[in-house]
């Protein structure tokens, strides 16, 4: 397939990245010029895919590392590149806040560009670790190094089909490709089409070790690509399988296809919520959606606490007997979220099977008998048992008897969502939830395949 069309829209044009380039030049410059005048040991650097060439169209973002000695101690590092930080958002007009990494960082909006300004430790190798952006500068360097001009070019189809099929990005929303993780691949394959090919064969725990060290037998993950310039590290740690088995997946229809240029542009949705709502009643379940206020907090944290309160709350339903058949959850990531849940049966009859002991056990027969009637307790298999009445035949009273002060314990919350969840959540008619998310969640494999 010829790829230079799609190249035209994806990668940034000649006016564009010498743009990029003039601001990052102007910034290093200013952060060299105060380190130097006001006798500061930092060194300053462009790094991820700005740097590399890696950046598609409209997502360069400038990250700026400033490198201090191992011997700074991590409090001094903090005070002064955060000094240096504010002080380059000051001179260009930026609009800075603080953000937490392994330690704080600056982002900053100047001239609509939005600059990471990031303190680090100066290392040559990943033993000298202190934190982990510290990698950051050698990741930069190996990739600038092994990855040609035309490899970058492969690079952004990669990230292109990617972000198009779902499978790009390892902050945990998404749980997929890194951007350097995307870029060892092209180094390793050499090209786009021969990363599908390749994938399309991969198996659970797949190796990539481009530097041999032999340290693959330490991880048990999906994907196992071992960091160039760490041996201890593996790239692919933030890849969920999930999405490691959609990429696969992906690549294998790709390849069969014979729309691939679709691959590369969003889906073309025309959404109607009446008919996503029929679609809903055509599958006969029961909706439960759940919605409550957002609180503050930062994204990359929001994410792993609605997905560990989402799925603690279909375990204790699970327990309870209630089938759900589905579930998901969802942020505007401003001021709401909510929890969707499809039940196979979410009303169940009055009465459950509570199962005794084995009857071979004659003295824990005989406590339970004495509990509750031997004329009540009958053989199921070889337990005794007996019906008693279920506490709860309805899920939504179970969930609000669960979304309580006194009761929360009973599945594990995120602990900045809890007191927002007992005192803000409301279940809500299907109709009021987001369009997109709906269509999602009905619809889950639409992005790997065309």
């Excluded at 397939?1 to 044009?13: F, G, H, Q, V």
């Excluded at 380059?88 to 704080?104: I, L, V």
């Excluded at 035309?150 to 690079?155: I, K, R």
Aim: glycine residues 6%; negative net charge; proline residues 3%.
């Amino acid at each position: 397939m010829d790829y230079e069309a799609i190249l035209n829209d994806i990668k940034p044009t000649k006016e564009e990245q010498d743009d990029i380039d003039a601001m990052s030049d102007k910034l290093v410059s200013f952060l060299n010029e105060t380190c130097e005048k006001e006798e500061i040991d930092a060194r300053i650097a462009v790094v991820g895919s700005v740097a590399k060439h890696t950046a598609l169209k409209g997502k360069s973002d400038i990250d700026i590392f400033m490198a201090f000695p191992l011997s700074v101690s991590e409090e001094k590092l903090k005070e002064t590149g955060l000094k240096l930080a504010h002080k380059c958002s000051d001179e260009f007009d930026g609009d800075a806040s603080h953000h937490f990494a392994s330690h704080p960082y600056v982002t900053t909006i100047i001239e609509d560009y939005e600059v990471d300004l990031v303190p680090c430790y100066s290392i040559e190798d990943g033993s000298q670790l202190k934190s982990a952006v510290d990698r950051t500068i050698l990741h930069t360097r190996y990739v600038k190094a092994n990855l040609t001009p035309e490899g970058a070019d492969e690079v952004l189809l990669l990230k292109k089909f990617m972000d198009m099929t779902g499978t790009y990005g390892s902050e945990f929303k998404v749980g997929g490709f890194a951007g350097y993780l995307c870029e060892l691949l092209i180094i390793k394959y050499g090209s786009f089409e021969e990363t599908l090919r390749q994938a399309s064969e991969w198996k659970y725990g797949h190796v990539i070790d481009l530097e041999d060290y032999g340290t693959a037998k330490n991880f048990k993950d999906p994907l196992v690509v071992i960091d160039p310039t760490d041996k201890n590290r593996n790239v692919g740690a933030a890849l969920t399988l999930t999405k490691y088995a959609e990429f696969i997946q992906s690549a294998r229809n790709y390849l069969s296809s014979d729309n691939k240029k679709d691959y590369f542009y969003p889906l073309t949705k025309k959404l109607d919520k009446g008919h996503i709502l029929d679609e809903f009643e055509k599958r006969g379940g029961d909706l439960i959606a759940i919605k409550f206020s957002m609180p503050d907090m930062p994204l990359d944290t929001l994410y792993p606490q609605l997905k560990v309160t989402t799925e603690s709350l279909v375990e204790k339903l699970t327990d309870a007997e209630f089938n759900v058949f589905d579930y998901g959850y969802w942020s505007d990531e401003e001021s709401e979220c909510i929890i969707l849940l499809e039940m196979a049966s979410s009303k169940l009859n009055n009465v459950k099977v509570n199962i005794g002991p084995k009857v071979f056990i004659k003295k824990a027969c005989d406590n339970f008998t004495n509990k509750y009637g031997a004329e009540n307790c009958y053989v199921l298999n070889d337990f005794l048992v007996h019906n008693q009445k279920r506490e709860f035949a309805d899920a939504i009273d179970y969930i609000s008897y669960i979304f309580t002060t006194e009761h929360i314990g009973l599945i594990k919350v995120g602990k900045n969502l809890k007191k927002s969840i007992i005192n803000t959540y409301e279940f809500i008619d299907i109709d009021e939830v987001d369009i997109d998310f709906l269509d999602d969640f009905l619809n889950p494999g639409q992005y790997i395949s065309r």
